[in-house]
């Protein structure tokens, strides 16, 4: 069964709209977190936020944002004011702190900025 | 200060040959992951090192992997006779070893075996 999912392969959105990038996680561990990576068209993996299973309060990070719905098991991240650089591929991961920290990625939402 | 470093950032080899990449850490930290990334998915986990030695090796695929940090921070991912179905970007991060902390990514090494 898929750890991660990410249900949008592709998105358009128009300059300066905010935007929604679907993610839903599947796990028994209670003690879990969650991660958004930015991948470029470049090929590195850059890192936008994180939430951890227990945090009372939804991350922020500038224009980014997490709507962690944690009895839906869903991860959103919500890009404000979307910017032409912001096209890239968008990935979930998990990391559930009895796996050794490695992260299980999802695969992935390209996300098309349009001017 | 400077991120994670790969290198090379390229390599094309043909089947059968033996290849090294190599990742250089962000200074300070501990843990230091491989990852391998298709076209078109998201990364697999390969091996995690705390330290010199290897934490977790069982992404490696099989004994034709194998993974080496002999000093606590530069790491090599040596992949012996390789196949057509080897290539990939092979991913490199590093983190400061804590449970909750980041992983930080280098630009990867694109293999490319003909």
């Known amino acids: 069964a898929q750890k991660i999912t990410q249900t949008q392969p592709g998105m358009f959105v128009q300059e300066k709209e905010a935007v929604t990038l679907d993610c839903t996680y599947d796990?028994?561990?209670?003690?879990?977190?969650l991660f958004w990576y930015k991948q470029p068209s470049s090929g590195e993996m850059i890192f936008l936020i994180y939430?951890?299973?227990?945090d009372q309060q939804n991350a922020t990070e500038g224009r980014y944002s997490l709507n962690f719905q944690k009895a839906r098991k869903s991860a959103n991240l919500v890009i404000s004011a979307s910017q032409l650089g912001d096209s890239a591929m968008y990935f979930c991961?998990?990391?559930?702190?009895?796996?050794?920290?490695?992260?299980?990625w999802g695969a992935g939402t390209k996300l098309i900025i349009k001017p | 200060g400077a991120g994670v470093s790969q290198t090379p950032s390229n390599k094309v080899t043909e089947k059968g040959k033996y290849v090294e990449l190599r990742c250089d850490p962000i200074?300070?930290?501990?843990?230091l992951y491989w990852y391998r990334q298709s076209l078109g998915q998201g990364p697999e986990f390969l091996i995690y090192?705390?330290?010199?030695?290897?934490?977790?090796d069982s992404g490696l695929p099989n004994d034709r992997f194998f993974a080496v940090r002999p000093e606590g921070s530069v790491s090599t991912l040596k992949i012996q006779r390789t196949e057509r179905g080897d290539s990939a970007v092979y991913l490199c991060?590093?983190?400061?070893?804590?449970?909750?902390?980041?992983?930080?990514f280098g630009p990867g090494t694109r293999l490319t075996v003909l």
């Open positions: 991060a590093s983190s400061s070893g804590q449970v909750t902390d980041t992983q930080y």
């Open positions: 200074s300070g930290h501990t843990a």
């Open positions: 090192f705390q330290g010199t030695g290897a934490a977790d």
């Open positions: 796990t028994s561990d209670p003690s879990y977190g």
């Open positions: 939430q951890g299973s227990y």
């Open positions: 991961a998990m990391r559930e702190m009895d796996s050794n920290y490695q992260l299980i």
